[in-house]
């Protein structure tokens, strides 16, 4: 088992326990030792941060091949179109490569609260708010997307990460829960890939009796990372 934490950030906060400058870290609202943030959210972004005591969690949620999906409301310049919204879904050609397909929808302004500081209000412009789900982590992915189609984010609010999400979780509170530990097998474990091959099998030598294969540690037991990942 793994105690795993759920903790709403507030905007501009950073995703880690200390820092040399001035800036409000997680250590202002979370006084666990030992937990580790399990991937990471930008300073100017808010909502769903994971944190967890787990090595074997936190690799579990931050692996890339997990495609572990998070959903987003973003708040944007402008009224945004079925056009942008199609553009979003079917993959963006980003300067670091392909995005993936994603999820994505206008939806209502969500029930949320202003931001602190407010957002800064332009007369005559307009906004409006999607939800974008994705399933990788880019750097910055979410914001340069929707800059891609033309509508520049001006709030980011992550609501939710795999099955765990924001619900009955205040701004900058945190909720803790305990979850079964991942079950990652070694790489002894694990069943070899086999090729065909052309090549008849080449007779093999008598030899010496084998050296025993030194033992892999299983990431089961492993500590968690305290480098934070790419965030949106």
């Known amino acids: 088992m793994a105690n795993l934490y759920l903790f709403n950030k507030p905007f501009h906060v950073l995703s880690q326990f200390t820092d040399k400058s001035d800036k409000a870290t997680l250590a202002r609202f979370i006084d666990v030792k030992k937990v ?25 949620i931050c692996d890339p091949d997990a495609k572990m999906p998070k959903r987003y409301w973003v708040q944007v310049e402008g009224d945004i179109t079925p056009e942008a919204i199609n553009a979003l879904q079917n993959g963006l050609q980003l300067k670091d490569g392909l995005t993936r397909p994603a999820k994505a929808r206008i939806i209502p302004a969500p029930n949320v609260g202003p931001r602190t500081p407010p957002i800064r209000s332009r007369k005559n412009v307009t906004d409006s708010w999607l939800e974008l789900t994705i399933n990788e982590g880019k750097n910055r992915q979410v914001r340069r997307m929707t800059a891609h189609v033309g509508f520049p984010t001006l709030r980011l609010i992550r609501y939710s990460i795999g099955p765990w999400t924001l619900t009955d979780i205040e701004v900058g509170q945190w ?37 025993p294969k030194s033992k892999l540690k299983s990431k089961s037991n492993a500590k968690p990372n305290s480098r934070p990942r790419p965030g949106a």
């Open 36 to 60: 580790y943030p399990a991937g990471r959210l930008d300073y100017d972004s808010e909502g769903l941060l994971l944190l967890t005591d787990s090595g074997a969690l936190q690799h579990r």
């Open 175 to 211: 909720q803790k829960q305990t979850v079964n530990t991942p079950e990652l097998q070694s790489p002894a474990k694990r069943s070899p890939k086999t090729r065909a091959s052309t090549r008849p099998e080449k007779p093999r030598r008598a030899t010496s009796s084998p050296k």
